[in-house]
């Protein structure tokens, strides 16, 4: 049996059972000391009806600021994070989070800046993002942009309202909305809060878009095509040129998630392959951090037949009088928009980090990047084309990929007697971040691995080897796999029981 | 690596993209800088931003300049919080799922409500997703809002119901809080939900239970989007008959960041669970028997569920509600009552001082607790500017959203902001206002 196998007594961190905040509550503790009262202190029921109050202060910890730091400190170590380890989780882009984007994020100009300042009072802001926006326009090949929304499925809502828009103002009433088989879910369900129906497109075998399925399904009923070009498959669609023609001729309008433009900033633009909206998701391509699940930021660009139904307000720059300084101003009057989204300007910190970045990189740095990607993608996939990765978890397209690849665990399960969770929990105890599994759902036990292009060709090699190693050791006893992880903070949890009888909050 | 790939070059990774769709030239943007000039171009954009640093800000309207205190910073800058993803894989997220259930539990202390998920976008999209909750819970598409909603939520509600197909009607504020025959009237069998804010825009103090009484007649949800620091003193809307409160989570922890990110909260009545948007961490126990957190009622959401999700949201804004639980757990039990406290009594002469100011009058006489509204006998964006020379940020304007209050201005207290400051402001209002009185407004200027 492996070293690290189930013999194994607790590691320390196994042994310090999880406690909450509210568990290390003593009464009487505290952390903060507020301002003083400079002001009379008559009771508070006199200046709120009593039957307005609260009869009970709600239950919060009490703890002493030491204890609140050595609390989160000690949990955090029972993450895994980007800064630790290899992240190869897929169509997650999980790029190196240069510090310097969190220093000018958190400028006071930035930071203490209030978002109902009046525009002539926060130039810098308004600048910085009609620079984004401007930036994000040339890179996606499209004129306008709105950086309103909050995430990608944000920006995704934020599309499929501007096609509702575009339509109605022509007259038409559209229902369908394609999507590939291999869309992510977020489309889908965006689909139906838009209040459309979902058509399921079938892939062909090259893995892109089946142009005969595409024609049979596409009528003056379509109102949209949602497509993620390289897909989630990581292959670029040869026959995009095509598809968006047949969707336009329908009259239909063509979305791109953009979950996955890191592959082709510099080398292909979106608007140019006739996309006529796109989201960009900031915190993939453009390295905010992922914060554990957020915050992101979604900015669309969009073409001039949807431009007069974007969000408001708009940022946008007017030149300046007589030779003077332009300045910048947020335009509400935009009689046909769609109107809000969220409150105020968007994710304006996320701006300033994704902006830093670009300016970081440059033209020329991002056009590298994607290139970057897409070759540490390419050797990771030709390093476990044969071998054991080869034999058990092949390529599910035989392709050679963009920044992104989809193995098939299938026989690895069939043979081995691993499925991919197995694989991916073991991989834990080689301390590395498991790729996307289960996704896209046409590959059978699919296991989506992005390196992006911040990864050495070591930490490439050392993720191959320890595939090859699981696959190998499950060769001789696949139950390694199967009860694996053993050396994290907690082993499998029971996810059933959690679903079964929800304890979603702590009782008191 | 090319050879192992067998390629000749680069260039050949990207044949199949078709050579017409290739961009084929450089991008047009300026060449990549070393992080010195970065800096720098950066911090000289931020330096034409009046922030709160530079100025005595009295702007709120769902936003507010609480002080961030330096362990949110700490802890929310280390890289274990700060760079992973989405808990997926939770043997090895056990800190960011363990902070979003005490977050969860934390929000669901501050709203009375047993349920709460771990987070959304913001405050007004999270109205709008209370909407979707309520249309798929009763099968009805109207939707009635009062007037005191903040108005980037009534019109988060509009943009959104645009897709789900609902309509929306809005209600009336009569001496400053929603008028309750109004609201009574536009209720009917059609009504899905209600949405009430807490304390409304205006700063008033609503009476969520009196107002919620007519709604439950007709089997409609009462929504209540609340500001989380007022409910330290509040009666929380989940001891009102609230169904659903929602809200922006800035005030908690987070900085004003021009509007963003920050995090929205959404805590429900324990049978909305399984339609519930977004994340929420769960309790449960490893092979071995250790207590452990994980994602749970998965089900309900796109990577699952797709077309039938109950939301298309991914994101939960977790490192922002991280930052959120921190400044409760610093604020304390006690401490967060403090907070209230203060800001109430403070509020309080605020509001008495700039109501002795000559051609300033309060614009609605109700409670309030941190925010509250006056009517200025001057053009408001001429004593915002003078006020401004001053180094004082006035407060917010209200004429875009409310033209019936052509020269209303919103002012909002934090725990920032000291009673010399009051004073200061009170001065320079009165100086501004005495100076511009009786003036019109000239044409061509945006109140």
Redesign the interface.
């Known amino acids: 049996m492996s070293a690290l196998g189930p013999e194994l007594t607790e590691t320390p961190m ?1 042994r310090d ?2 406690t ?3 568990e290390r ?1 003593v009464e009487g ?4 000391t ?2 003083a ?6 009771p ?1 029921n006199e ?3 009593k ?5 009970r ?7 002493s ?1 030491p204890e ?2 050595r609390h ?2 000690r ?10 380890g290899f ?1 190869p ?1 897929g169509s ?1 882009t ?1 790029k190196h ?1 240069p510090r ?1 984007n ?17 525009p002539k ?5 308004l ?2 993002m009609w620079l984004l926006q401007r ?1 994000l326009s ?2 996606c ?1 499209l004129p306008h942009v709105s950086l309103q929304p ?5 920006g ?2 934020a599309g ?2 501007l096609t ?2 575009y339509h109605a103002d022509r007259g038409e009433e559209r229902h369908k909305v394609l999507t590939p088989d291999t869309a ?3 489309n ?8 459309y129906e ?1 058509v399921k497109l079938a892939s062909n075998e090259r893995g892109g878009i089946d142009l005969d399925d595409l024609r049979a399904k596409t009528d003056d009923d379509t109102a949209c095509l949602m497509l993620t070009n390289p897909n989630t498959l990581g ?2 669609d ?1 026959n ?2 095509e598809i968006a023609k047949i969707v336009h001729d329908a009259g239909g309008t063509l979305y791109y998630d953009g979950a996955n433009l890191n592959a ?6 979106p608007g ?2 006739g996309f006529d909206i796109v989201h960009v998701n900031l915190h993939k391509s453009f390295s905010q ?9 979604g900015p669309i660009a969009c073409s001039d037949r949807i431009e007069p139904y974007l ?1 408001r307000p708009q940022v946008v720059r007017r030149e300046g009088q007589n030779g003077g300084e332009p300045s910048f101003d947020l335009d ?1 009057d935009r009689p046909k928009s ?13 701006f ?1 980090r994704s ?2 970045y ?10 590298e990047a994607s ?1 970057t990607a ?3 993608a ?2 990771l ?3 476990m084309s044969d071998g054991r990765a080869g034999r058990y978890t092949p390529v599910a397209f035989d ?2 990929c ?1 920044h992104e690849f989809v193995l098939s665990g299938a026989p690895a399960k069939r043979e081995l007697g691993v499925k991919t969770l197995d694989i ?2 073991r991989l ?1 105890d080689h301390g590395m ?2 790729p ?1 599994v289960y ?1 896209p759902l046409l590959v059978d036990e699919a296991l989506m691995v992005e390196p992006t292009e911040t990864e050495t ?1 070591e930490t490439l090699d050392a993720f191959a080897e320890a595939i090859d190693a699981i696959l190998g050791e499950a060769a001789e006893d696949p139950e390694i796999a199967q ?1 694996a ?1 053993y050396t ?8 059933v ?3 079964r009888n ?5 009782r ?1 | 690596m090319l050879d192992a790939i067998g390629v000749g070059s680069v260039d050949e990774l990207f044949e199949d993209i078709p050579e017409a769709l290739r961009l084929g030239r450089p991008l047009d943007l300026p060449e990549g800088k070393p992080e010195t000039e970065v800096y720098d171009l950066l911090s000289a954009l931020a330096s034409r931003n009046a922030h709160a640093e530079a100025e005595t800000s009295f702007l709120g309207a769902g936003m507010y300049d609480h002080y961030v205190p330096a362990i949110v910073d700490a802890i929310t800058g280390r890289s274990e919080f700060l760079t992973p993803y989405t808990p997926y894989q939770p043997e090895i997220s056990q800190g960011g799922l363990q902070v979003m259930f005490e977050f969860q539990t934390a929000m669901s202390e501050l709203t009375g409500l047993p349920v709460s998920n771990a987070a959304l976008y913001e405050g007004p999209s999270a109205v709008a997703s209370a909407a979707y909750l309520a249309i798929g819970a009763t099968g009805r598409r109207k939707l009635v809002a009062s007037r005191g909603v903040h108005p980037h939520s009534r019109e988060s509600l509009v943009t959104y119901g645009a897709g789900y197909g609902s309509e929306l009607v809005e209600v009336p504020l009569a001496d400053g809080i929603t008028d309750l025959s109004a609201l009574a009237d536009a209720i009917d069998d059609q009504t899905a939900a209600v949405f009430l804010q807490q304390p409304n825009f205006l700063g008033a103090v609503e009476d969520i239970e009196a107002l919620g009484a007519a709604a439950k007649e007709h089997g409609a949800l009462v929504i209540v989007a609340c500001d989380p620091v007022a409910l330290s003193i509040l009666k929380p809307p989940g001891e009102c008959g609230a169904d659903i409160a929602v809200g922006e989570g800035q005030p908690l922890g987070n900085r004003l960041d021009y509007g963003g990110p920050s995090f929205g909260f959404f805590c429900a009545a324990e049978e909305h669970i399984r339609r519930m948007p977004g994340r929420i961490a769960g309790e449960t126990t490893d092979v071995d028997g250790r207590r452990g957190f994980v994602l749970t009622l998965q089900t309900r959401e796109q990577h699952i569920r797709r077309e039938k999700a109950t939301h298309n949201i991914c994101t939960a804004q977790a490192l922002n509600a991280l930052a959120g639980m921190v400044h409760l757990a610093w604020l304390g039990k006690r401490g967060f009552v403090e907070l209230g406290e203060l800001l109430v009594r403070r509020t309080a002469y605020a509001r008495e001082r700039l109501s002795a100011v000559d051609g300033v009058e309060l614009l609605h006489e109700a409670p309030v607790v941190r925010e509250f509204a006056v009517n200025l006998d001057a053009p408001v964006a001429e004593v915002l500017d003078r006020c401004a020379a001053e180094g004082i940020g006035a407060g917010y304007p209200l004429g875009r959203d409310y033209p019936e209050h052509e020269n209303g201005l919103l002012l909002a207290l934090t725990e920032r902001r000291s009673r010399q400051d009051i004073d200061r402001l009170a001065d320079a209002l009165g100086r501004a206002v005495g100076d511009l009185r009786g003036e019109k407004v000239p044409e061509g200027v945006a109140t």
């Open positions: 196994q059972r999880a909450t905040i509210y509550s503790r505290r952390a903060a507020l301002p009262a400079d002001v009379p202190e008559p508070i200046l709120i009806p039957n307005l109050l609260r009869e202060p709600a239950e919060l910890p009490e703890i600021e609140i730091v989160y400190n949990i955090s170590r029972r993450n895994f994070d980007l800064d630790t992240y989780l997650c999980m989070n310097l969190e220093r000018v994020a958190a400028l006071p100009g930035h930071a203490r800046l209030h978002p109902a300042q009046e009072r926060a130039q810098g802001a600048e910085l930036s040339e890179i090949g909050s995430a990608g499925s944000h995704e809502l499929l309202l509702r828009a992510h879910g977020t889908p369900a965006t689909v139906t809060m838009a209040g979902v292959l670029f040869e995009i040129a082709i900033m510099g080398h292909s633009r140019d392959m951090p992922h914060g554990g699940g957020g915050p992101g930021a969000p509400h769609i109107g809000r989204l969220r409150g105020f300007q968007g994710n304006f910190g996320v300033v902006y830093a670009m300016l970081s990189l440059g033209g020329d740095g991002l056009q290139e897409v070759l540490n390419n050797y996939l030709a390093r392709r050679r963009m991916a929990k834990l971040h498991p996307t996704f060709r009860g992880p994290t903070p907690v082993r499998r949890l029971d996810e029981a959690a679903n929800p304890v979603v909050r702590q008191l």
